[in-house]
T-cell receptor
Framework: KQEVTQIPAALSVPEGENLVLNCSFTDSAIYNLQWFRQDPGKGLTSLLLIQSSQREQTSGRLNASLDKSSGRSTLYIAASQPGDSATYLCAVCGSGYALNFGKGTSLLVTP | DGGITQSPKYLFRKEGQNVTLSCEQNLNHDAMYWYRQDPGQGLRLIYYSQIVNDFQKGDIAEGYSVSREKKESFPLTVTSAQKNPTAFYLC????????????FGPGTRLTVL
């Protein structure tokens, strides 16, 4: 069974810092990996999707990388802002048609 | 506006009652999913449907039931057999299959009194 782990569980940084969130998974037979953002009490917002054949994806200040062979992905956030404060979830799509989620990293960016 | 809607936003249930959570999408997506989220836990899959009139159990289907009579609708019933139903329920959809982004609704918070 696919296990997805996210480190750290919580992170607090001052505004302007660059930061990296980590995600690891146990089964490298995946179709894609997705990063989501969740604000308290809200649904999930898709940030980036990396297909299994890709190495990275970029959107604005966000960059996600994928190393399928080692079972790792990172989400890099440049020049963090207080509005980036949220929980970031990593999810992998493997056998079957649904996502396996990590427990998330709770990010706080302080002014 | 295109998107996924879930209703109600908050739902309270007495023990022993069945309740149905609504999920509707107007994105013309074939696939729909139900997830459950508990504090400190990742999302866990309850049921998913790839096409109309077909659905599959996820990791925690016991005590839940679904139907998919229309492409745009995928209601979830939480039955009295579900031992610990208090949770945040999220519905999602994707265009099709495994390689597409999943889009999520705003969620329904169910509390058992």
């Amino acid at each position: 069974k696919q296990e997805v782990t996210q480190i750290p569980a919580a992170l607090s940084v001052p505004e302007g810092e660059n930061l990296v969130l980590n995600c690891s998974f146990t089964d490298s037979a995946i179709y894609n990996l997705q990063w989501f953002r969740q604000d308290p009490g809200k649904g999930l917002t898709s940030l980036l999707l990396i297909q299994s054949s890709q190495r990275e994806q970029t959107s604005g200040r966000l960059n996600a990388s994928l190393d399928k062979s080692s079972g790792r992905s990172t989400l890099y956030i440049a020049a963090s802002q207080p509005g980036d404060s949220a929980t970031y979830l990593c999810a992998v799509c493997g056998s079957g048609y649904a996502l396996n989620f990590g427990k998330g990293t709770s990010l706080l960016v302080t002014p | 506006d295109g998107g996924i809607t879930q209703s109600p936003k908050y739902l309270f249930r007495k023990e022993g009652q069945n309740v149905t959570l609504s999920c509707e999408q107007n994105l013309n997506h074939d696939a729909m999913y139900w997830y459950r989220q508990d504090p400190g836990q990742g999302l866990r899959l309850i049921y998913y449907s790839q096409i109309v009139n077909d659905f599959q159990k996820g990791d925690i289907a016991e005590g839940y039931s679904v139907s998919r009579e229309k492409k745009e609708s995928f209601p979830l019933t939480v039955t009295s057999a579900q031992k610990n139903p208090t949770a945040f329920y999220l519905c999602a959809s994707s265009y099709s299959g495994t390689t597409d982004t999943q889009y999520f609704g705003p969620g329904t918070r169910l509390t058992v009194l």
